[in-house]
Nanobody, 117 residues
């Protein structure tokens, strides 16, 4: 079983650059893909970014390309989401996920990111 704990959210001004972290427990972290998703109030959860087990492949939703960067440190069992040039529409609960690319099995509790204009 894998447990995921996100951190780094909070209230940020538009244009800000916070970094989210997701710490994972368990021995299988480095052998699986990791992803970030988000869910805004009243909307469905949507894909943000994903990274392969080695970090060699990354994928992004069109609305974050060029602004967000996903990375991972397998020695620390942690995945990161560097967010730049934040917009009010980026306000959401951000979740990290662990598993197979396109089929994540484990999810964190989420961290709220609120972007003020």
């Amino acid at each position: 079983q894998v447990q995921l704990v996100e951190s780094g959210g909070g209230l940020v001004q538009a244009g800000g650059s916070p970094r989210l972290s997701c710490a994972a427990s368990g021995r299988t972290f480095s052998t699986y893909a990791m992803g970030w998703f988000r869910q805004a109030s009243g909307k469905e959860r949507e894909f943000v970014a994903a990274i392969s087990w080695s970090g060699g492949r990354t994928y992004y939703a069109d609305f974050v390309k060029g602004r967000f960067t996903i990375s991972r440190d397998n020695a620390k069992n942690t995945v990161y989401l560097q967010m730049n040039s934040l917009k009010p529409e980026d306000t959401a609960v951000y979740y990290c996920a662990h598993g197979n690319m396109g089929n994540f099995q484990h999810w964190g509790q989420g961290t709220q990111v609120t972007v003020s204009s």
